[in-house]
């Protein structure tokens, strides 16, 4: 005799085979002609995109084209970081309204931009970045009164913490 739980067991059971196929039928047919390129060149999905912009690129879209000044926001990063692939980077920048990181050194260097609400407690953050090789750290605030303020942090990333 078959209980409430096997027929509920069963259920699910089918539902979730069930919904598996459709999920990859459905990303499939979503992009059929990049699925070839994608698998007859898998090191071209590696490689940055051509139109990529570089950090003074990125910095001059943010501030509209406005320099900006050294100050206005506190930039928090090691000097050294043993792994790239997990660097802790924070900032302060009481009244900013935005915050753009940069990472001039990687392949595609737009890292995060922030953005403060009037209601926000405070205008900091941190997270964790991955490095490709040792560079700048840029961080660039748009300023209460609609000047920009930035600071630059050199990382020297070392592989295997050597030191070199």
């Keep these: 005799m078959i209980d409430r739980r096997e027929v509920l067991t069963s259920a699910v059971v089918a539902a979730a085979l069930a919904a598996v196929p459709l999920r990859a039928l459905a990303q499939t047919a979503a992009a059929p002609a ?10 071209a999905a590696a490689a940055p995109a051509a139109d990529a912009k570089t950090a ?42 935005s915050v753009l990181l940069v990472a001039s050194g990687n392949p595609s260097p737009e890292v995060a931009t922030f953005n403060f609400g009037e209601l926000a407690g405070s205008q900091a953050a941190s997270t964790r970045i991955r490095l ?5 750290v840029i961080a660039v ?24």
């Design 34 to 43: 990049a699925a070839p390129a994608a698998a007859a060149a898998p090191a």
């Design 56 to 97: 003074d690129q990125l910095i001059a879209d943010f501030t509209g084209g406005a320099e900006a000044a050294e100050g206005g926001i506190t930039l928090t990063a090691p000097e050294i970081a043993e792994n790239g692939n997990t660097v802790p980077i924070s900032f302060d920048a009481p009244g900013a309204t």
């Design 132 to 136: 490709a090789t040792t560079q700048d």
């Design 141 to 164: 605030a748009k300023l209460p009164d609609g000047k920009f303020g930035k600071a630059t942090s050199n990382i020297k990333v070392t592989i295997g913490g050597c030191g070199g």
